[in-house]
């Protein structure tokens, strides 16, 4: 990375004022991605918006609130925050904490490798959803070599992941038998019009019908 004459109070490291303005739009992403609200962001200059999310990123991380940063950033709890800033400030980093920034391209992809990966050429295989669809964005950000973790749960994200999902289903579906199904985890009744926890879905994976 390279550096300039800008330095970070009592850190003795510098970062690069081109990275500047991408560093305030990470930490602020981050920010209400944890908080659920907007950052404020204080100062005219990129100088002084800097210093401005610096010092409240700082205050968070010294607060209990360090661990559910570092759990939107998946990065370990240990990392100092200089090692945050400088990893949210490398010029290839491309941070997602939305699943709206990702394209169905890019899941549909992750879910088909998921499915290879999981299945098995002599007998179908059940997976909870929850898990499939972790392995499937875990697929997606090392693929894409992405910074950031997106939850799988009972959350905002589901509904989008579910309709892509659901697309595979449709798309393997052969008739006499599917690649991939979705069922209820009891493996009893039809599945909701709207399931909203996927904990509660499998994905049954036949790797011929891929």
């Known amino acids: 990375m390279a550096y300039d004459d800008f330095s970070l109070d009592g850190h003795g490291k510098v970062v690069a ?5 991408k560093v305030v739009s990470n930490i602020r992403s981050v920010w209400e991605q944890v908080f659920n609200e907007p950052m404020e962001i204080r100062g005219s200059s990129p100088t002084d918006r800097f210093r401005s999310v610096l010092e409240q990123l700082e205050s968070a991380l010294r607060r209990d609130d360090k661990g559910r940063i570092t759990e939107v950033l998946d ?8 090692d945050i800033i400088e990893e949210l400030a490398e010029p290839d980093v491309q941070l997602v904490t939305d699943v709206s920034d ?20 002599e007998e ?6 929850q898990v499939f669809l972790r392995k499937t964005l875990d697929q ?5 070599l992405l910074k950031g973790r997106i939850n799988v749960g009972e959350n ?3 509904p ?13 579906d052969w008739g006499d038998s599917q690649g991939i199904h979705i069922l209820n985890a009891a493996l009893s009744g039809r599945v909701a019009r709207n399931p909203t ?10 790797r011929s019908y891929l």
Not at 17 to 21: E, G, P, R, V
Not at 75 to 82: A, L, R, T
Not at 102 to 121: C, F
Request: aromatic share 6%; proline share 3%; hydrophobic share 40%.
């Open 156 to 158: 905002r994200h589901f």
């Open 75 to 82: 990065m370990d709890e240990s990392k100092s925050v200089i």
């Open 140 to 144: 997606v950000f090392e693929t894409a």
């Open 124 to 129: 179908k295989v059940d997976v909870n959803m």
């Open 102 to 121: 990702l394209t169905p391209n890019q899941i549909k992809q992750a879910i088909y490798e998921v499915a290879r990966r999981l299945g098995n050429d």
């Open 197 to 206: 926890n996927p904990s509660k879905l499998l994905v049954r994976i036949d």
């Open 160 to 172: 989008r992941l579910l309709q892509w999902l659901m697309e595979c289903e449709e798309e393997t």
């Open 17 to 21: 004022s081109k990275a500047i303005n």
